[in-house]
């Protein structure tokens, strides 16, 4: 009887381990955009289908898209609160409560989307998610390619915005146009349109796919082409859902949870983004104005007073505001992302 209790003793500790490398768990991961649109087609599902494939079918994903579970606003508290495992965040909707990453929304920093997004991956991981985001385990960064602004007239320097009403794509860009005598117009994404054609904005800042996604070619024919801005989302997991998860499922996500993979899931939205651009350039009722030397210089200096802004607000969260802006513009220049 002792040895079959030693035997017995010995199977299970080696089933143990066993057993806890074959955990099946299914994730809920929750968006705000549509399933088909770049975001979700090119970049949120193909890293879900990866971390299924990598972990052999233990860990599934099932995907909840176009704020099924929530409003776009509220995705990061859910995934907090672990209503949900996994969550979309764009910080920029919530204004005032990561002013660290707020850095990112400030135009005319970055000009590629795939290299930034592992510039800001490695950035704020060093310098801002411990005091901003430690309640959850961050996955990948994913900004749209530099977006810009739309409008229903030639628009080429700061001075044109004075008295125009634009939708802005973040707090940031909200900021931004009301500096330069405009009035930001906050609505929705899905309701620019409505905004557009009814005379309440005049103008749109918005990545180049969003002009086919959301049906603005006619509202906002007029480009100003040059790299604007980002808005760069998150891809968050609550770190419950983390710490619940065996050590072999657990190394899956870390391997999908990584600047490369910042990257891989950026480059499929900036592709779309500059195939819409290319598809735009080609229709002839498009207009398209290449700013000079000269003006670029000037919507530059226009945006100085937004780093003053935000220094300040870094600051008295109690954040060396200096050093961490040198260290972005560093990682910036890293990967040569900067402008």
């Not at 490695?122 to 749209?144: Q, R, T």
């Not at 749109?204 to 604007?228: N, S």
């Not at 007073?305 to 560093?330: C, S």
Request: hydrophobic share 45%; proline share 6%; glycine share 6%.
């Amino acid at each position: 009887m002792k040895k079959t209790t030693v035997a017995l003793g010995a199977i299970l500790a080696v089933m143990g381990p066993l057993a806890a490398s074959a955990q099946e768990v299914t994730l809920r991961l929750s968006h705000w955009v549509p399933p088909t649109i770049a975001p979700a087609s090119k970049g949120i599902n193909p890293w879900a289908e990866a971390v299924m494939e990598a972990s052999e079918g233990r860990i599934k994903i099932d995907i909840f898209p176009a704020q099924q579970l929530g409003k776009a606003p509220d995705h990061y508290d859910m995934a907090v609160q672990g209503i949900v495992d996994l969550s979309y965040v764009n910080p920029g909707y919530t204004a005032g409560r990561f002013p660290i990453y707020a850095l990112t929304e400030i135009p005319f920093m970055a000009d590629d989307s795939v290299a930034a997004s592992k510039a800001i991956h490695e950035w704020y991981l060093a310098n801002g998610a411990e005091a901003e985001m430690s309640d959850v385990k961050i996955c990948f960064v994913h900004p749209h390619a530099p977006g810009a602004l739309h409008t229903q007239e030639n628009v080429t320097s700061p001075a044109d915005l004075k008295g125009k009403n634009i939708r802005p794509a973040h707090a940031t860009m909200a900021r931004f146009v009301s500096l330069l005598g405009g009035g930001p117009v906050q609505v929705p994404a899905p309701e620019v349109r409505e905004a557009l054609s009814k005379g309440t904005a005049e103008g749109v800042t918005f990545p180049w796919g969003a002009q086919y996604d959301f049906k603005l070619t006619e509202e906002v024919p007029v480009h100003l082409d040059m790299p604007f801005y980002l808005s760069s989302q998150l891809l968050v997991m609550n770190k419950g859902s983390y710490d619940r998860l065996s050590d072999a499922n657990k190394a899956v996500i870390d391997d999908h949870c990584n600047l490369d993979w910042s990257g891989k899931v950026s480059q499929g939205w900036a592709d779309d983004d500059m195939a819409a651009r290319e598809r735009l350039m080609a229709d002839d009722a498009q207009t398209f104005n290449t700013p000079t030397e000269a003006e670029v210089a000037a919507w530059r200096e226009a945006s100085m007073p937004l780093f003053d802004e935000w220094k300040a607000a870094v600051t008295a969260k109690g954040g060396d505001a200096d050093a961490i802006l040198d260290a972005y513009k560093a990682a910036l220049d890293k990967f040569d992302a900067a402008y």
